[in-house]
């Protein structure tokens, strides 16, 4: 080595110099065990030295390269790793899906409530917690008749001790492009808004299709009916509340005026100054039925 050989001592991984064979390609370092060098001891030893020669600058690069080519090596390998093992997780997936789909899987049918039946999608987001954090769907379902606005469900894999949970049914939109969304017929709110004859008659027809989510927003349309109905008539009895008590306060008014009261209280008058005596500025709170509710059923005669 000349005069200006670099000394890899403190940095370098490798101890001793190295004689570089002039022709020996990059690539066939990476064979060489010793031959790999870290980016910071590249770094290290250019720093230390102003003037590297041609052959310690052959040796850093040729150690660079065999460091990168182990490091692609070393990436495949953990890519081939990586693969394997999703491979592996989908297999297992695939298995389970499999296992899911007979519907016979680890059921107890015998713990199920007799008068409830199997859910076939016909409530699919129906999930029922099962604890840390986890749910199963609910393969057993019952209506409930008094609301039918919600549906009770079991897993069927507790046994007899699995307690019932309630799930809220809603009415799903169709998803068939050749029935756009529109607004409701008329016809169809008068048979909503109409007799109980008429809203029974409609209610049977739902329940006809089997689309509880669909009967259960017409039951539930209807209730808000008979509740906005009630509220109505509520706030036309106060009004009219509220009407008879300003006749009676303007009658106290004009008794007040035909007594005389103010002139023979005159004396009160010098004391009236302050912001306590000022009169109130009255605001009309008089109750009055929403326009909204202005024909139909909700509005009390």
């Known amino acids: 080595m000349s005069d200006h050989s670099v000394n890899y ?7 001793d110099s190295v004689e570089i064979v002039a022709d020996i390609h990059p690539s066939a370092i990476v064979f060489n065990d010793n031959a790999p060098m870290s980016p910071n001891t590249v770094l290290a030893t250019l720093a230390a030295h102003n003037e590297v020669p041609t052959e310690s600058l052959r040796e850093i690069i040729t150690g660079l390269v065999a460091t990168i080519k182990l490091r692609e090596l070393a990436w495949e390998a953990d890519r081939t ?10 297999d297992r997936l695939e298995a389970a899906m499999e296992v899911r789909e007979d519907q016979d899987f680890d059921f107890d049918e015998a713990g199920v409530p007799s ?22 769907p609910a393969e057993f379902i019952k ?4 609301s039918k606005t919600k549906v009770w469900g079991v897993t ?23 029935f756009p969304a529109e607004p409701i017929r008329p016809w169809f709110l008068r048979l909503l808004q109409g007799s109980t004859a008429s809203y029974t008659h409609l209610q049977e027809a739902a329940d006809d299709l089997g689309d509880w989510g669909l009967a ?17 008539a509520t706030i036309h009895s106060l009004r009219a509340e509220a009407e008879l008590t300003e006749v009676l306060q303007e ?6 005026g035909a007594a005389n009261a103010h002139g023979r209280l005159a004396r009160l008058e010098s004391v009236c100054h302050g912001k306590d005596c000022r ?23």
């Open 81 to 90: 790793a990586m693969r394997a093992r999703i491979n592996h997780a989908e």
């Open 251 to 256: 009658t106290c008014r004009i008794r007040l």
């Open 279 to 301: 009169f109130p500025i009255r605001g009309d709170f008089a109750i009055r039925p929403s326009s909204y509710r202005g024909r139909g059923r909700g509005r009390p005669l």
């Open 115 to 136: 008068d409830f039946i199997r859910n076939n999608n016909r409530v699919p987001q129906f999930q029922i917690p099962i604890g840390d954090g986890l749910s199963l």
């Open 156 to 178: 069927g894999r507790f046994g007899k001790g699995e307690p019932a949970y309630a799930h809220e049914l809603f009415a799903r939109p169709v998803e068939d492009p050749s």
């Open 143 to 146: 209506r409930d008749e008094d």
């Open 216 to 232: 259960a927003d017409i039951a539930r349309f209807r209730q808000c009916e008979d509740q906005l109905r009630e509220l109505n």
């Open 9 to 15: 001592s403190v940095t370098s991984p490798r101890p």
